[in-house]
């Protein structure tokens, strides 16, 4: 992955945080999933009043590219925070995968899958998937 995939990776994230749907968190997050052929697969979290059916923006791209036939992944870009008082959202620091989408991650992207936080003011953080979910549940 380029320098300049990657920049382009992290803008993407922080604007699909203004596509997400948090009327109860009021706390948005964008995705942007780079599949090894180049394509990439935006996701942003979507919530809902009985919580439990709520999705997170990490798991809307790889579902989205799943369901597209793909299943070869590079990276993902994270950008998250809540809202100000006109319910943008605003980034003031790095928002890692939750648990449940780091699982979802293991069955989809290999160890070395490359995770890229934002703050949102230039700070970048990187990790591989092993690194967030060391000895992981895998049955594949």
Same mark, same amino acid.
């Given at each position: 992955m380029?320098? #300049? ?21 009021? !706390? ?12 990439? !697969?935006?996701?942003? #979290?979507?919530?809902?009043a009985?919580?439990?059916?709520? #999705?997170?923006a ?73 690194e967030?979910l060391?000895?992981?549940? #895998?049955?594949?």
């Amino acid at each position: 992955m380029t320098n #300049n995939q990657k920049n382009e990776l992290i803008e993407t994230a922080i604007k699909m945080t203004a596509a997400s749907y948090a009327p109860y968190s009021h !706390f948005h997050v964008g995705a942007a999933l780079l599949a090894k052929d180049g394509t990439v !697969f935006t996701g942003c #979290n979507i919530e809902n009043a009985a919580y439990g059916p709520s #999705n997170c923006a990490e798991r809307t791209a790889i579902f989205k590219a799943v369901s597209e036939g793909v299943r070869s992944f590079e990276a993902i870009a994270i950008a998250g925070g809540a809202e100000n008082e006109k319910g943008e959202p605003v980034i003031k620091d790095f928002c890692p995968p939750c648990g449940v989408c780091r699982q979802v991650m293991s069955e989809f992207c290999g160890k070395d899958f490359k995770i890229i936080l934002t703050d949102g003011n230039g700070g970048i953080k990187e990790f591989t998937l092993a690194e967030l979910l060391p000895e992981s549940f #895998n049955l594949i």
